[in-house]
């Protein structure tokens, strides 16, 4: 059964860091693509970044963000850095099967539950 646990969210500061974290279990990473998406209210959810054979980060973030993951213990980490109002959102991992990443959510057949990330200004 795979699952997908984040954790890192919180309330911070305009120009703060914040790291979100996500678990994979049940699942083999090297094997699956991973994207970092977010949800702000009355919005669509949007991606935030991807990682697999490539690598992606939406404009909104790119220069200010960096997705890693670690293979060997299953984990994909998404570090924002001079975070703003507008980063504000619920951020979701997922995983899709295939090292291609996608991002579009439809492609993503697995979901967390996600974490709260709110930008005080």
């Known amino acids: 059964q795979v699952q997908l646990v984040e954790s890192g969210g919180g309330l911070v500061q305009t120009g703060d860091s914040l790291r979100v974290s996500c678990a994979a279990s049940?699942?083999?990473?090297?094997?699956?693509?991973m994207g970092w998406f977010r949800q702000a209210p009355g919005k669509e959810r949007e991606v935030v970044g991807t990682i697999g054979s490539a690598t992606y980060l939406a404009p909104s973030v790119k220069g200010r963000s960096t997705i890693s993951r670690d293979i060997a213990k299953n984990t994909v980490d998404l570090q924002m850095n001079n975070l703003k109002p507008e980063d504000t959102a619920i951020y979701y991992c997922a995983a899709k099967l295939g090292t291609y990443p996608s991002a579009s959510a439809a492609d993503y057949e697995y979901w967390g539950q996600g974490t709260q990330v709110t930008v005080s200004s």
């Open positions: 049940g699942l083999t990473l090297s094997r699956y693509a």
